[in-house]
């Protein structure tokens, strides 16, 4: 069928019907379900559309077309319960009558007692969806609807029954008494009845059940507002959060304008995950935006879509914090020896964040970047700017400190393990781990300079930012479980 034809039929276009012949347009059909035009204006209820086309020629092909279902243009006035339509085509039907060959029926008594592939009659239809006015007004119009029964046996009477629809039973009952006769129609009519009275318990719940598939309803609508908002928050903050990365830019030199930390692994890792949540978000969004025009149905459909969404965005926000405040808060931790020389850990192999770019050699140590790796002796001034996590100031890093303190102050600075080396015994453990290089390979988690650092000082490894940061639940499961995977 033309779009515009099914679109003026449901809308109820009268000029669209001028513009067109209808002698030929109006045998179009959908192509699934085969309705005709009258089928579609008579669904919408477009009373003004169907007497019009039922003015031409074409109309008495029309009221006995059936679409795939077997159902008249009548069977769907009835199941729909529009009188005024009804009766418009049955009076139609009348003026139509004398004109026997041109059309194929011979009575209106033929055109209501049409069937459907159920072998259910308008009158049929009509009373299975309470529709009494429409049921009157059929059974008014041929009283011989009353005796024909469908496939399964069932009269109008035993529908109604059947139905609950008491008004309609009390009618037929009243009005019609002989639709009781034959032993048939008595059997069906008190098997109808008995399977009514033992559902009557659950047809009292049928308000209660109604009210709260309504809040269901709105419940559900309520989340995927929530969903909408969620989103709206994380694609806001994270999009900032672009801009505004730790540690902000350089204001000099010839990389003005770049990331302070842009070559540090956790900065990396913030902007890979500060990305995911923006783009997260983002699709939620427009997931949202997209179904808007569709019914709740169908946006109901992607409600757990957008829940996985905004979970990996959520998730991916939070690893982006983790990550800044990482690369805010991190220190690189080393061994002062003397003579203006710091031994330190550093990665073992250059990891994937990070340019293989190989820097001069000091002048003063003669340490060289990204050629010298593990256990480094190296100047002051090269510890301060070409460790994992440069930093612009030196401090010293406390041991023997209360919980209390320690979780005052940030991470990486002090410990609350006790110093059980003398100086002069933990720069001979440093200088021998230098000259050995022995000190397995390097692990941000597990094996890092602050590892090192406590392990020259108590013959301990352990790294107080690694506790803090394992000690987020989410985080400390994630990393366990990335662990386990590996490892299997």
């Given at each position: 069928?033309?779009?515009?034809?099914?679109?003026?039929?449901?809308?109820?276009?009268?000029?669209?019907?001028?513009?067109?012949?209808?002698?030929?347009?109006?045998?179009?059909?959908?192509?699934?379900?085969?309705?005709?035009?009258?089928?579609?204006?008579?669904?919408?209820?477009?009373?003004?559309?169907?007497?019009?086309?039922?003015?031409?020629?074409?109309?008495?092909?029309?009221?006995?077309?059936?679409?795939?279902?077997?159902?008249?243009?009548?069977?769907?006035?009835?199941?729909?319960?529009?009188?005024?339509?009804?009766?418009?085509?049955?009076?139609?039907?009348?003026?139509?009558?004398?004109?026997?060959?041109?059309?194929?029926?011979?009575?209106?008594?033929?055109?209501?007692?049409?069937?459907?592939?159920?072998?259910?009659?308008?009158?049929?239809?009509?009373?299975?969806?309470?529709?009494?006015?429409?049921?009157?007004?059929?059974?008014?119009?041929?009283?011989?609807?009353?005796?024909?029964?469908?496939?399964?046996?069932?009269?109008?009477?035993?529908?109604?029954?059947?139905?609950?629809?008491?008004?309609?039973?009390?009618?037929?009952?009243?009005?019609?008494?002989?639709?009781?006769?034959?032993?048939?129609?008595?059997?069906?009519?008190?098997?109808?009845?008995?399977?009514?009275?033992?559902?009557g318990k659950e047809e009292e719940t049928d308000i209660p059940t109604a009210t709260h598939e309504a809040s269901d309803e709105a419940e559900k609508s309520s989340r995927l507002e929530i969903h909408l908002l969620i989103a709206m928050l994380i694609a806001t903050v994270t999009f900032q959060a672009?801009?505004?990365?730790?540690?902000?830019?350089?204001?000099?030199?010839?990389?003005?304008?770049?990331?302070?930390?842009?070559?540090?692994?956790?900065?990396?890792?913030?902007?890979?995950?500060?990305?995911?949540?923006?783009?997260?978000?983002?699709?939620?969004?427009?997931?949202?935006?997209?179904?808007?025009?569709?019914?709740?149905?169908?946006?109901?459909?992607?409600?757990?879509?957008?829940?996985?969404?905004?979970?990996?965005?959520?998730?991916?926000?939070?690893?982006?914090?983790?990550?800044?405040?990482?690369?805010?808060?991190?220190?690189?931790?080393?061994?002062?020896?003397?003579?203006?020389?710091?031994?330190?850990?550093?990665?073992?192999?250059?990891?994937?964040?990070?340019?293989?770019?190989?820097?001069?050699?000091?002048?003063?140590?003669?340490?060289?970047?990204?050629?010298?790796?593990?256990?480094?002796?190296?100047?002051?001034?090269?510890?301060?700017?070409?460790?994992?996590?440069?930093?612009?100031?030196?401090?010293?890093?406390?041991?023997?400190?209360?919980?209390?303190?320690?979780?005052?102050?940030?991470?990486?600075?002090?410990?609350?393990?006790?110093?059980?080396?003398?100086?002069?015994?933990?720069?001979?453990?440093?200088?021998?781990?230098?000259?050995?290089?022995?000190?397995?390979?390097?692990?941000?988690?597990?094996?890092?300079?602050?590892?090192?650092?406590?392990?020259?000082?108590?013959?301990?490894?352990?790294?107080?930012?690694?506790?803090?940061?394992?000690?987020?639940?989410?985080?400390g499961s994630l990393v366990n479980k990335m662990k386990n995977k590996l490892s299997s």
């Open positions: 069928m033309d779009p515009e034809l099914y679109e003026a039929a449901a809308s109820g276009d009268l000029n669209f019907l001028k513009r067109i012949d209808l002698n030929l347009d109006v045998f179009q059909v959908t192509k699934h379900q085969q309705n005709s035009v009258l089928h579609i204006a008579v669904n919408f209820k477009q009373l003004g559309f169907c007497r019009e086309i039922l003015t031409s020629s074409s109309s008495s092909v029309l009221l006995i077309k059936s679409n795939s279902k077997g159902e008249s243009a009548l069977h769907v006035a009835a199941k729909i319960g529009c009188l005024e339509i009804a009766k418009l085509l049955v009076d139609c039907t009348k003026e139509l009558r004398e004109d026997v060959e041109s059309w194929g029926v011979n009575s209106v008594r033929e055109l209501l007692r049409m069937v459907n592939l159920e072998k259910d009659t308008a009158l049929n239809v009509a009373v299975r969806n309470g529709h009494f006015a429409v049921a009157k007004y059929l059974i008014e119009a041929d009283q011989g609807l009353l005796d024909l029964v469908n496939d399964a046996n069932a009269s109008p009477l035993c529908l109604a029954i059947e139905g609950g629809f008491s008004t309609i039973a009390s009618f037929i009952l009243e009005m019609f008494p002989k639709s009781l006769d034959g032993e048939i129609n008595i059997k069906t009519a008190l098997h109808s009845a008995v399977i009514h009275s033992q559902h672009a801009f505004t990365v730790p540690g902000g830019y350089k204001q000099d030199g010839p990389a003005e304008g770049t990331a302070q930390f842009v070559q540090k692994a956790a900065f990396r890792a913030f902007v890979i995950f500060n990305t995911i949540a923006f783009i997260f978000s983002i699709a939620t969004v427009y997931i949202q935006f997209a179904t808007s025009k569709f019914s709740y149905c169908l946006r109901s459909r992607y409600a757990s879509l957008a829940e996985v969404m905004i979970f990996i965005a959520v998730l991916g926000m939070l690893l982006a914090f983790a990550s800044g405040m990482y690369v805010e808060l991190a220190n690189s931790i080393g061994i002062y020896v003397g003579e203006d020389r710091v031994i330190h850990f550093i990665p073992t192999e250059i990891n994937g964040f990070s340019k293989p770019e190989q820097k001069q050699p000091c002048e003063n140590c003669k340490y060289q970047h990204n050629v010298h790796r593990g256990v480094v002796k190296t100047c002051l001034n090269c510890f301060l700017s070409d460790s994992v996590f440069s930093s612009n100031s030196l401090c010293l890093y406390e041991y023997e400190e209360s919980s209390f303190v320690k979780m005052l102050k940030i991470s990486g600075t002090c410990s609350t393990s006790k110093c059980l080396r003398p100086p002069e015994e933990v720069v001979q453990v440093a200088n021998n781990l230098y000259e050995k290089k022995d000190f397995d390979s390097y692990g941000l988690i597990g094996n890092n300079c602050e590892h090192f650092a406590t392990y020259c000082k108590t013959g301990t490894r352990c790294s107080a930012q690694v506790d803090g940061f394992m000690s987020v639940p989410i985080i």
